[in-house]
């Protein structure tokens, strides 16, 4: 959190800080440190998210005019394109299924094919 700043070093500055401000103002000192780290933090929080949301539109406005130009060439391409007369086949011929003799048997009932 404090980059190269150990406990020695933490001690000493609060060592410090004890003398010039004195034990009665150190603990307001504190929470108004606090506040204004909770704030800063908050505040570049927000932003970060502004900027990601604001980069977020801004790809779906490239995205969309990309589609729009893409289907206003593929409609120029389609309008200028001649269009083919439909072709006349000829019909195919019916082909009906082979005839099927079903053979019942008295004692069942049934069908073999």
Do not use: W, Y
Request: hydrophobic share 40%.
């Amino acid at each position: 959190m404090f980059g190269s700043i150990g406990m020695p070093e933490l001690i000493i500055i609060l060592v410090i800080a004890l003398i010039i401000f004195g034990p009665r103002k150190l603990p307001e000192l504190g929470r108004s440190l606090g506040r204004s780290i909770g704030e800063f933090k908050k505040a570049s929080n927000e932003l970060r998210s502004t900027l990601e949301e604001e980069i977020r539109i801004e790809e779906q406005k490239e995205s969309r005019a990309q589609m729009h130009a893409e289907q206003a060439s593929a409609m120029a391409a389609a309008s200028a394109a001649p269009t083919p007369s439909p072709a006349v086949s000829p019909a195919a011929p019916v082909v009906t299924p082979a005839d099927e003799t079903v053979s019942r048997t008295p004692s069942t009932g049934t069908t073999n094919a």
